[in-house]
């Protein structure tokens, strides 16, 4: 018997992903049901720019979606990425409500609103999810739940992950233009993590690296919990622009020959048949060399993971993830890529794609589908007994909420 359904929705540059996932009473793993893809239009590095062109987009891929399985029912969850999404830190402080001092679920709601309004550059941005870190009683006991415990003031740490809100409006558009309504926005990066990372993973300490199309996006768990978030506006098309640049060619042709040559193992690269050139008036045909290509490719991925390695010095965390590097998205694919990451970054790493799957989890056995998979996870494993005001965007609360989007 069918107990729950969901279907996760990815927006990327390049393309629109969804999959579908269900939970079947009595089975420990979800199932993959149907996965679909189309072009992505209306998106510019990652940024949704014509809401009504990727509403089409959207409506090809859940068409493809439907076609690959008999699919019925399920709640649409979106993964929403971009450079607009933004990870801070706030503190609330609150008196306990009771007179025996013994706090209760309702104190440690107040004091994530409390943690909220001291949050600061709001403007034009929407939270989409507030993650309690750590909890302080009376400012000597930290503790990750209070509830039951005595104080006379209780604080919150707690993470707020932001996005633009005029990327939100444009996605919610864009949606309600291919009529399909959403339940929840997640941001992309903890769908990523959803797929992919293991609990141990999480509580030792790690790095998700999510290498898409437009954007890098960069997020790091402790202790079981979420520690930073930040999104870079470099992705592998810009690998490919590289390549059309240094070897004078088009970005069609460059694009296919990063994927079927592109290397950052100089070794590992052969061209062992021309790659055409279609020119003006007839067919040229040029070997490309393969240390040209890993220099041009190996060039750009070392912009990136500088720019990662000062995020890790910025938050203190440089050679102190036990779990080390994980690396998922579309560039993740990229053959030797494993290896140059842990002689930039000196730390242990690995690729990692949509694991503990069942049902036709071949259609999702890549890492450039770990966004559209986890946001079908995270919509699996949300608790109907979650307060509302903890959540994601979610159900009458998030419709309510629209309304007062710019």
């Given at each position: 018997m069918?107990?729950?359904?969901?279907i996760?929705?990815?927006?990327?540059?390049?393309?629109v992903?969804?999959v579908?996932?269900?939970?079947?009473?009595?089975?420990?793993?979800p199932r993959?049901?149907?996965?679909?893809?189309?072009?992505?239009?209306?998106?510019r590095?990652?940024?949704?720019?014509?809401p009504?062109?990727?509403?089409?987009?959207?409506?090809?891929?859940?068409?493809?979606?439907?076609?690959?399985?008999?699919?019925?029912?399920?709640?649409?969850?979106?993964?929403?990425?971009?450079?607009?999404?933004?990870?801070?830190?706030?503190?609330?402080?609150?008196?306990?409500?009771?007179?025996?001092?013994?706090?209760?679920?309702?104190?440690?709601?107040?004091?994530?609103?409390?943690?909220?309004?001291?949050?600061s550059?709001?403007q034009?941005?929407e939270?989409?999810?507030?993650?309690?870190?750590?909890?302080r009683?009376d400012?000597?006991?930290?503790t990750?739940?209070p509830?039951?415990?005595?104080?006379?003031?209780?604080?919150?740490?707690?993470?707020?992950?932001?996005?633009?809100?005029?990327?939100?409006?444009?996605?919610?558009?864009?949606?309600?233009?291919?009529?399909?309504?959403?339940?929840?926005?997640?941001?992309?990066?903890l769908?990523?993590a959803?797929?992919?990372?293991?609990?141990?993973?999480?509580?030792?300490?790690?790095?998700?690296?999510?290498?898409?199309?437009?954007?890098t996006?960069?997020i790091?768990?402790?202790?079981?919990?979420?520690?930073?978030?930040?999104?870079?506006?470099?992705?592998?098309?810009?690998?490919?622009?590289?390549i059309?640049?240094?070897?004078?060619?088009?970005?069609?042709?460059?694009?296919?020959i990063?994927?079927n040559y592109?290397?950052?193992?100089?070794?590992?690269v052969?061209?062992?048949?021309?790659?055409?050139?279609?020119?003006?008036s007839?067919l040229?045909?040029?070997?490309?060399?393969?240390?040209?290509?890993s220099e041009?490719?190996?060039?750009?991925?070392?912009?990136i993971?500088?720019l990662?390695?000062?995020?890790?010095?910025?938050?203190?965390r440089?050679?102190?993830?036990?779990?080390?590097?994980?690396l998922?998205?579309?560039?993740?694919?990229?053959?030797?890529?494993?290896?140059?990451?842990k002689?930039?970054?000196?730390?242990?790493v690995?690729?990692?794609?949509?694991?503990?799957?069942?049902?036709?989890?071949?259609?999702?056995n890549n890492?450039?589908?770990?966004?559209?998979?986890?946001?079908a996870?995270?919509?699996l494993?949300?608790?109907?007994s979650?307060?509302?005001l903890?959540?994601?965007?979610?159900g009458?609360l998030f419709k309510?909420?629209r309304a007062?989007?710019?």
């Open positions: 069918r107990s729950r359904g969901a996760g929705i990815d927006i990327g540059t390049e393309s992903k969804a579908a996932l269900e939970m079947m009473a009595g089975e420990a793993l993959v049901i149907g996965a679909g893809a189309s072009i992505s239009k209306g998106v590095r990652g940024v949704i720019i014509a009504e062109e990727l509403a089409a987009s959207i409506k090809e891929a859940i068409g493809a979606l439907r076609k690959s399985a008999a699919i019925n029912r399920g709640d649409v969850h979106l993964g929403l990425g971009g450079v607009g999404l933004v990870c801070q830190r706030s503190k609330g402080l609150v008196a306990v409500s009771r007179a025996d001092g013994e706090i209760t679920k309702e104190d440690s709601g107040r004091a994530i609103l409390a943690s909220e309004t001291n949050l550059h709001l034009n941005k939270i989409l999810h507030r993650v309690p870190v750590v909890y009683v400012n000597e006991v930290a990750y739940d509830v039951g415990l005595s104080g006379v003031k209780l604080e919150a740490e707690v993470l707020f992950i932001t996005a633009f809100s005029q990327n939100l409006k444009n996605a919610l558009n864009a949606f309600e233009g291919a009529d399909v309504e959403i339940e929840e926005v997640s941001a992309a990066p769908a990523a959803e797929a992919v990372l293991e609990k141990r993973e999480k509580e030792a300490g790690v790095m998700l690296l999510d290498l898409g199309a437009s954007t996006s960069i790091l768990f402790e202790e079981g919990t979420l520690y930073s978030l930040d999104v870079l506006p470099f992705g592998s098309s810009h690998i490919t622009h590289d059309a640049m240094g070897l004078r060619i088009t970005l069609e042709e460059a694009e296919k990063k994927i592109g290397s950052v193992e100089p070794a590992a052969f061209l062992k048949k021309p790659v055409s050139r279609q020119g003006a007839d040229v045909y040029g070997n490309y060399s393969r240390r040209k290509l041009i490719i190996e060039a750009r991925l070392s912009d993971f500088e990662v390695e000062k995020h890790l010095k910025k938050v203190e440089t050679n102190l993830l036990p779990s080390g590097i994980v998922t998205g579309g560039g993740a694919n990229l053959p030797g890529i494993e290896n140059f990451v002689e930039c970054l000196k730390l242990h690995k690729v990692a794609e949509p694991n503990n799957l069942g049902g036709f989890k071949e259609k999702v890492p450039a589908w770990s966004v559209a998979v986890g946001a996870l995270l919509g494993k949300k608790q109907s979650l307060s509302p903890l959540r994601g965007r979610t009458p309510w909420l007062f989007l710019p």
